[in-house]
């Protein structure tokens, strides 16, 4: 290992966007969850893609959402997946349902609670990391206390 690698912090994986959810990961950047809506048939839909999954319209744009979601699933990582998560260990991962719509589900980091507080339901709000200058991630903290 060469001097400049001992002292480097390890990079964390980045996103990296495409055509589809480009304006997502922008809206991040930005610090604001914003996700795709069909303008025909008004339906949310997440991961983004190119073509209204319920309706098949192509007339599809980002929106703000509020960044209220509970816990739908999840899991914990015990073992780094890369360089990067050394200090991040167990990270808990969460299949979260926003608001706006049964079933509108994403997966994000879970912060703000331990394993021990996960359960199904619960409470949460988004919030940004930065992992770079021009890279923010969403991810999802507790609300109410130890709920
Ligand atoms: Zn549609």
Known sequence: MSEAQK???PMRPRPLPDEASEGYWQAANEGCLAIQRCQDCR????A???NCPACGSGDLDFEKVSGEATLFSWTVVHHSPGPGFAGKLPLLVGIVELA???????????????EGDLHLGMPLHVEFERIAEDCALPQFRATGGQG
């Open 43 to 46: 339906r949310w839909n997440h």
């Open 7 to 9: 002292g480097a912090v």
């Open 48 to 50: 983004p893609s190119l």
């Open 100 to 114: 706006e719509q049964p079933h509108l589900l994403q997966v994000a980091n879970l912060t703000g609670c331990s």
